[in-house]
Structures are given as C-alpha cells and as structure tokens.
C-alpha cells in the first residue's frame, strides 16, 4: 500500500480530485491517500496558505497528487504552485500532448512530451518595481546546473522511452547569454546519448511549427516561461485543457497534477472533465511502479472516451464529472 499526499486545490480541483478517488477506489488501486489542502481554501479557513502539515506530509510520503490551486493576478500572494515547485526542488515539470481516438482534434498523429525546467527562470520571485520611475524589473535568472538538469532529464527520458528526438526550444538570438547556456548545456548532454537526434529552435518559429506540423516533435525541453506557454498550445494541438496531464519530479519528490488551472468559470457545476488530472494520476501510478493499474484504467477511460454521451460538455457530452467518472468504472469491467 502507497501513502500519497492528496490535495484537492481550488475551484474544480475537489470536484476532479473526487472523480480520481473513485475510479482508483473502484479498481483497487494500493493507494491510501493522506488528504491536505493548500491555497485560497486553506487561507480562507485557517489563515495558511502553506500549511505545515501539508508541506511533513510529501516530506514523509515524497509522491503527491494536486489539483489546480487559483493564484491571483497582478496582487496577493505568491503561487503556491511555484512554492512547492521550488520548496522540494522539482525541476522537472513533464507535459505529454498526445491525440487520442474519441478525443476531437485538428490534428492526428501527435505524441510528444514537454520538458519545461520548473523552479529557474521569469519564475524566480525576483521582481522589482519602482512607482516613483514607473519601472518594473521582472529577472530570469537560470543556472548553468539547473539547465544542465532539465536537458539530462529529457534526454534520459527519450532513452528510457525508445524517443528518437530532442527538440531545445529557446530564444538565444535575443536573449544571448542565457539562450546560450541552454543550448550549450543541452548540446553538451546530447553527447552523452549519440542515438537521440538533437536539434534546437527559436521559440517563435517553434510555435509556428507546433502549430503547422506537430506530428514532427517526439520530446522538447525548454525553459520556464517558455514551457508554461508551449503547454497549454500543445494542450490545444490535443483536444483542450481537460485532457492534458503532468507531473513535476525532483529527485527525491514528485507531485502529479494537469495542466490546466482552477477554472473559477466551471467551478462547482459538475461541468469539469477529469481526464486531466486521472492522467496525472496515471503518471503517477507508473511513478510509483503501479503501471499494472494505470493500463488498466487508462484501458477504460479510453473506451468511455469512445462513448461520447458519456463525455463531459468539453468533448462534446452532456455528462457531469461524476457521471463521466462513474462510466469509466462501469469500464473497468
Ligand atoms: P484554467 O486552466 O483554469 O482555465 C482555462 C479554460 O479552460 C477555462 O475556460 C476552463 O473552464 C477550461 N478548463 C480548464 N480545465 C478544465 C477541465 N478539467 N474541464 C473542462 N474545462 C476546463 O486557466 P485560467 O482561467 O487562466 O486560470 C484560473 C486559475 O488557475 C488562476 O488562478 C491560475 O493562476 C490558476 N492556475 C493554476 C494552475 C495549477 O494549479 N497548476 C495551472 C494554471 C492556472
């Protein structure tokens, strides 16, 4: 039996965080899980935004999974996201877009996997901002060892998973010192993997490609900023931000959770789509050595994905979350 920390997150995260419960319950999975909240929820409750118990919890259990927890924009606190990210070191933020039967798509043929460095970067919190000389200094900063880190991470992966290609998306035209160390680092670990392809692209031209001719990438790692944005447009290349998962590993602790955020518009509607996050959940599964159990109910939600009445609105049903969740456990079967 695995204990995972659970945190159900804001907005739709406890309606999706449910619909995951349930099918793991339904199939059995060994997991118990060790169930604490962060964010608004938690401030609004008892004045933390971090709470301690939360934070010993993925100490002791070192796998997590989390729903979207809501960030302000433009005022209030730091994201917690980014706090956690940072907190446990996990560097690695791993994004797979693939199109899938019975999920609508512009395209077919896609199936490639974001790398996007986690903790460096625009995200750094270093932010500076003068009201007397109406300046805002916002610095990204990125270390030759956390670029070295992310490109290793991606290249091993495409060794471990039999991928033919690493694509370094950056934007070393402008950005000359920076783009520059990413590129070097990445060249440098290419060397270490003859067999994988390398190659690198300005991030303009890379999202005109993305956009053009998806089918072309296998893995891509990039930085931060650059990694957050690729995500949600290859979210789009795949059929929307309910279905897209992701994980942010360390190399002692790993949190799963999807890419989209806390969907304030549906929160509470039974409206949202749990693909997302039980894909993350999946990831997770095959993390902790349970791929038994992921195949098996990634096998049922990509039969119910098939049966599009029971399908949440954003795939084209009329199936709440919950009734979505409940088909695939009449699935498991
Ligand atoms: P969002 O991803 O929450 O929503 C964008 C659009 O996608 C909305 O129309 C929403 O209804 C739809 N959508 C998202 N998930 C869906 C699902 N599972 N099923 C069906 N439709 C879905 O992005 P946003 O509105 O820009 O951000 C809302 C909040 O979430 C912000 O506070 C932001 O900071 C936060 N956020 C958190 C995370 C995270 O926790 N990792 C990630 C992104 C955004």
């Known amino acids: 039996m695995h204990t995972i920390t659970l945190i159900p997150g804001d907005g739709i995260g406890p309606e999706i965080t449910q619909a995951v419960k349930d099918i793991f319950a339904a199939a059995q999975v060994p997991v118990q899980w060790e169930e604490l909240n962060a964010g608004q929820t ?15 919890s ?24 980014i706090t956690l990210r940072q907190r446990f070191d996990l560097y690695q933020n791993v994004r797979p877009a693939i199109t899938t039967e019975g999920i609508a798509s512009r395209y077919s043929g896609i199936d490639l996997v974001l790398f996007r460095e986690n903790t460096e970067g625009l995200y750094s919190g270093l932010e500076v901002y003068d009201e007397r000389l109406g300046i805002a200094d916002s610095i990204s900063r990125i270390t030759l060892e956390g670029c070295h880190k992310i490109c290793y991470a991606a290249f091993a992966y ?19 010192l920076a783009g520059s160390m990413m590129i070097n680092a990445c060249r440098e670990v290419s060397r270490e993997f ?10 303009d031209n890379m999202c005109m490609q993305l956009v053009n001719k998806p089918e072309q990438f296998d893995v891509i790692v990039t930085t931060n900023l650059f990694g957050d944005i690729l995500s ?3 979210a789009g290349l795949v059929g929307g931000l309910g279905v897209v998962s992701g994980a ?3 190399d002692t602790t790993a949190i799963f959770e999807a890419v989209h955020g806390s969907a304030p518009d549906i929160a509470g509607q039974g409206k949202a789509n749990p693909t997302a996050m039980l894909r993350s959940g999946l990831m997770m599964l095959h993390h902790i050595g349970e791929a038994g159990y992921a195949d098996r109910i990634e096998q049922a939600l990509n039969a119910t994905l098939k049966q599009k009445d029971k399908c949440t609105g954003d795939l084209g049903g009329k199936a709440s979350t919950s009734e979505f969740a409940q088909a695939i456990i009449d699935n498991l079967a």
């Open 232 to 234: 949600d447009l290859c």
């Open 158 to 176: 495409a060794a471990k998973h039999g991928r033919k290609k690493v694509t370094l998306a950056h934007k070393a035209n402008i950005l000359k």
């Open 194 to 203: 003859p067999d994988i392809i390398f190659e690198d692209k300005i991030i």
């Open 58 to 81: 993925l100490e002791r259990n070192k796998v997590g999974l989390k729903g979207p927890l809501t960030t302000p924009v433009g005022k209030g606190f730091r994201s917690i996201n």
């Open 42 to 56: 938690t401030f609004d409750q008892s004045g933390e935004l971090l709470p301690q118990a939360l934070l010993d």
């Open 248 to 250: 942010n590993i360390g």
